[in-house]
């Protein structure tokens, strides 16, 4: 298709911008980023590329190459400014990333590493639920909003292309983006109509 590469192009620099705000907020202190979260995230983005590209994928992979950077960079950034803590799931997804890569790496299968890359993530995006309902804006939902469209761009390129293992993680990242995105909003509203209907200290 002609324009799969407008498609993957935009995708690329969408998702580019999509870790600015979230950088920019983290600096801010407006947002708290979890570092055993997005060192999963990390190994999530920098395999499913990888994956993704030894399986077949070119215009599809650009915006996974971006989302592994922008990761590794907010990754860094959490070890000062972000949420240290780590509970006994978030080291079972920790435990279960490396397993992945230690199963891709034995039996070199693409499609194997891809549905285990899927598998962890939605763990891990089930964590930054958890964390989003207890400090509710702890997330800044510009960043989810942007990478959401740089996900649409990167199923666009995927048009007329017969369905296969490829379609599995830009179709995967675009749903659960929407998913996240709309608790970050439910769970901020909640909070807010808490503290309007919370009696007045006198």
């Given at each position: 298709?002609?324009?799969?590469?407008?498609?993957?192009?935009?995708?690329?620099?969408?998702?580019?911008?999509?870790?600015?705000?979230?950088?920019?907020?983290?600096?801010?202190?407006?947002?708290?980023?979890?570092?055993m979260g997005w060192l999963v995230f990390c190994i999530m983005n920098g395999a499913?590329?990888?994956s993704q590209y030894l399986a077949g994928g070119r215009a599809s992979v650009v915006?996974?190459?971006?989302?592994?950077?922008?990761?590794?960079?907010?990754?860094?950034?959490?070890?000062?400014?972000?949420?240290?803590?780590?509970?006994?799931?978030?080291r079972i997804l920790f435990g279960s990333a490396i397993i992945m890569i230690i199963?891709?790496?034995?039996?070199?299968?693409?499609?194997?590493?891809?549905?285990?890359?899927?598998?962890?993530?939605?763990?891990?995006?089930?964590?930054?639920?958890?964390?989003?309902?207890?400090?509710?804006?702890?997330?800044?939902?510009?960043?989810?909003?942007?990478?959401?469209?740089?996900?649409?761009?990167?199923?666009?390129?995927?048009?007329?292309?017969?369905?296969?293992?490829?379609?599995?993680?830009?179709?995967?990242?675009?749903?659960?983006?929407?998913?996240?995105?709309?608790?970050?909003?439910?769970?901020?509203?909640?909070?807010?109509?808490?503290?309007?209907?919370?009696?007045?200290?006198?």
């Amino acid at each position: 298709m002609a324009f799969t590469g407008v498609f993957a192009t935009l995708s690329g620099i969408i998702g580019a911008y999509a870790s600015v705000p979230y950088i920019r907020a983290t600096l801010n202190g407006k947002t708290k980023p979890h570092q055993m979260g997005w060192l999963v995230f990390c190994i999530m983005n920098g395999a499913t590329f990888l994956s993704q590209y030894l399986a077949g994928g070119r215009a599809s992979v650009v915006l996974f190459f971006t989302f592994f950077l922008g990761s590794l960079i907010i990754f860094i950034l959490s070890i000062k400014y972000g949420v240290r803590d780590t509970s006994r799931w978030d080291r079972i997804l920790f435990g279960s990333a490396i397993i992945m890569i230690i199963i891709w790496v034995l039996t070199r299968n693409n499609h194997i590493a891809i549905w285990l890359t899927v598998i962890i993530d939605f763990a891990a995006m089930a964590i930054m639920v958890l964390k989003v309902k207890n400090e509710p804006n702890s997330e800044d939902p510009q960043a989810w909003l942007i990478a959401t469209v740089a996900f649409v761009f990167t199923c666009l390129t995927l048009i007329g292309k017969p369905l296969s293992i490829l379609y599995v993680r830009p179709v995967y990242g675009l749903v659960s983006d929407v998913v996240l995105l709309c608790f970050i909003y439910y769970y901020r509203n909640k909070s807010r109509e808490k503290i309007h209907s919370s009696p007045l200290e006198v």
